[in-house]
């Protein structure tokens, strides 16, 4: 490797040993032998082909979520409301099964999909309204708004929505095999993934070599510049948001139809703040993001099997979530000042 | 106006006054974190882990004090975190304070496991046989903790410190310009640090409130974003700590609202009430933008990190 390729690539690998570092100071602080929980880690996130779909199904909701920060990020803008988002798409694609239960697949589950994009599109599209018009922080916005539609879902599932076959457990009814998203067989690899990885490939030829990708990039590098050009930051904002909500949606939506079979509450397991997470440490390019967010759906995928398995709580997860968002912002600022020093 | 409406008046006034002491102390917290410039989202961490600790040590010890001061410096030890992959390793803000919020939200669920369903002593209340004969007065003291009265005390003098004090000058003067602050023989970092720990404490001690002395219990993310709804209502308060007590009794008297239309017996879905206060928080935050321009007051430095 040529040194300036490794120097390029050196602050991702200080980060990961960085992380295991923090992985096993962890585990040794739960009481857990560090180097044997990691090991079965990834046995159970990529040790068979049961893991292996397991990691893929975790990995389709945090790959849509990342690229949901992602599109808006491009501009600089800092959404953090995938969580609202793919909430507002579960909603949106729900209504419509509800509504029309015995359309056949080829018609239901195209507009099913539509109808949570455009629900996860019209929660991205207030926030991006907002900061557009009023210049009202998008930060705060989303996070504010993630509580909301949450609080929706369960508003439903007790409610109107609330199957009465389901024996007071607050969910809908069981979605008809008309309205699943195919699957691989035997697997829980679904449509879900394909779209993701299709909107990936699609945003970083949009991003990358489309003629409206110069538009953004100035917009992102200097908004007054780019408004001496005649681009308006306003409009960009409104179009990236929504697009973004669009992808959060189609993960809610995914998760609903093809994992849960049914909307209920908790059919996100955090997935607006990973794939967050992910589009950050992927610098929000949609071609990164593929890798990371597989490997963060294998770490989510195997910390849910260790607490099955050796009684390791599927929180902590999170918190090697966190450690891992810690160490990626931590080391390119420690090594930019240590070579400073030198 | 007759007793029975002063009493009732009393009665909501007091709720929503308790119901807002959590979120007073994060607000104020944060807003002279955000004064000298740095704003910090992981003061919904700080909140929960105070919440956590505070609650653990008030159980282990049956002493609410001590759970309150636990949870104040558990608070202020992961905002250290925050100001040291901010200020030490140069990281971006808001990926710093999300780090602190993950970090806190999965430790407390994994150690507050342990805490579900387990009781506190809570704080005593301000009532005594003196006092219980007073009309109004013996009700409202016996239904009143020394929480509320430390907030109120706690944004008195953080209002009087910044704008009537020195060191609160030089705060200041850090939000505006770190640059020229330093130029003026002020350390910058010496002041960040400091209103960050400062933030984590106070952010820490309402989270300790909210479990030993408000809600009495432990639930796994029981802070349910309140810390972020303090983020948002140091804009709507101005970054003035003044404004922080009637912005946060706003929210205070939402909660109260849902609840008391809960308890009446209203037809309506509690979840859908639920999102009230996050809404009104939301209008306010859209309102005190549309009366005036962010610009005006927002520290010039904390600008910067939304550019």
Redesign the interface.
Known sequence: MSPRILGAASPFILTIFVFLFLAVALFIG?GQPPFQTLAVLVQFAVGDSYSLSQTMAKTTPILLCALAAAVPGRL?L?S?GAEGQLHAGAIAGTALVLLAPVWPAPVLIPLMLIFAAIGGAIYGYIPGL?RAR????E???T??????TV??V??LV??PWRDPASQGWPATMQFPPNAVLPALPGSRIHLGLLLGLVAALALHIYFNHSRWADKVRILAGNRKVGETFGLSFGFWVMVLMSVGGALAGLAGISEVSAIQGRLQQSISL?YG?TG??VS?LSRHQPLIILPVSLCVGGLVAGSDALQMFAKV?A?????????L??AA??????L??WRKAQ | MSVEMIAILASWGIATLRSATPLIFATLGETLVQRVGIIN?GTEGEMLLGACVGFAVGVATGNPWLGLMAGALAGAVLSL?HA??VL?????Q???G??????????T??FG?ALVGQQVTPLPSLGSDWSDGIPLVGTILSQMTMAAPMALAAVVFAAWWLNQTRPGLHWKAVGESALIAAENGIRPIRVRVTAIMVGGLLAGLGGAILSVDYTQTWAQEMT??RG??A??LV?VARWKPALVLPVCLLFGLTEVATLRLQSAGFEL?P??L??AP??V??LV??GS??VAR?ASAMPADLKAV??
């Open positions: 739960l600089g800092i953090v907002l009023l210049d009202v922080n930060t705060i916005v996070l504010l708004m993630n509580y909301v609080l929706l369960a508003a007790f409610g955090g703040l967050f997470l950050w709580p929180a902590s997860a999170v918190i090697l979530q966190g450690l968002f810690a912002l931590a080391v390119p600022g420690l930019a000042r | 989202l975190l040291g992959l030490g390793a140069g990281a971006n808001i990926g710093s999300l780090a602190v919020w993950m970090i806190a939200l999965g430790a669920s994994y496991r349910k974003g972020l709804v983020v948002g804009i879905s979840h859908l639920g999102t996050y809404l928080v939301l935050l859209v933008h549309v962010r939304f550019q």
